[in-house]
Each structure stands twice: as structure tokens, then as C-alpha cells.
């Protein structure tokens, strides 16, 4: 059974950190571009970052960049998201998610809330 299963979330003060992790079964994420996605209230989900297969590339989306880290260890079949100095725009349900080709995997989603 293919998963992928996000953990991290919480609530967080502004200029706190946390770090999301994307533990995905039944497949190999090794072939996999794997990208984490967020959707806030109301609005419309957003890819954040990228990373390649072999991990050599990188891309963020400007409200993210500078602030977010996107890596990943093959070998335990693992995707990360290190978000520092995190503002309350950033607040929504974060997605990890699996793409080759036409094929795609999804997680269910994990909560970050960023309030004083």
C-alpha cells in the first residue's frame, strides 16, 4: 500500500522554526521529484519547494525562499521541509507529495500554525 505520511506540524510563534518530515511506504522515493505543497484557508494550494530525484536541484516559491529548506535521505525514504523564521502568512495544511511522470502520491496533509 503506497503512502506517504507528513509529521512536524504545530503551532509555532512568529520567527519559530519546525520541521516537516514526509515518511513515504510501499514505493521508492528514489525516482520520485518530491515537492511539499501548502493550502491556507479559503485559498488555493501552492507548491512550496522541490527537490529532484537525486537531490541535486532545488526550487521555492519567492514567499518561501531564504527561509524554507527542502531535503531528502533516499535512504530512509524521506522527505524534509526545515522552515525557519516562520510569519503567520505561512499558517495552512501542509502536503507532501510523490510526482514521476503522470504518476503522483499524496499525504494527507499536515497543520502548521504560526500565532502569538
Known amino acids: 500500500q503506497v503512502q506517504l505520511v507528513e509529521s512536524g506540524g504545530g503551532l509555532v510563534l512568529p520567527g519559530g522554526s519546525l520541521k516537516l518530515s514526509c515518511a513515504a511506504s510501499?514505493?521508492?522515493?528514489?525516482?520520485?521529484?518530491m515537492n511539499w505543497y501548502r493550502q491556507a484557508p479559503g485559498k488555493e494550494r501552492e507548491l512550496v519547494a522541490t527537490i529532484t530525484a537525486t537531490g541535486v536541484m532545488t526550487n521555492y516559491a519567492d514567499s518561501v525562499k531564504g527561509r524554507f529548506t527542502i531535503s531528502r535521505d533516499n535512504a530512509k525514504n524521506t522527505v524534509y521541509l526545515q522552515m525557519n523564521s516562520l510569519k503567520p502568512e505561512d499558517t495552512a495544511v501542509y502536503y507532501c507529495?510523490?510526482?514521476?511522470?503522470?504518476?503522483?502520491?499524496w499525504g494527507q496533509g499536515t497543520q502548521v500554525t504560526v500565532s502569538s
Open positions: 507529495n510523490a510526482m514521476k511522470l503522470a504518476r503522483g502520491y
Open positions: 510501499g514505493f521508492t522515493i528514489s525516482t520520485y521529484a
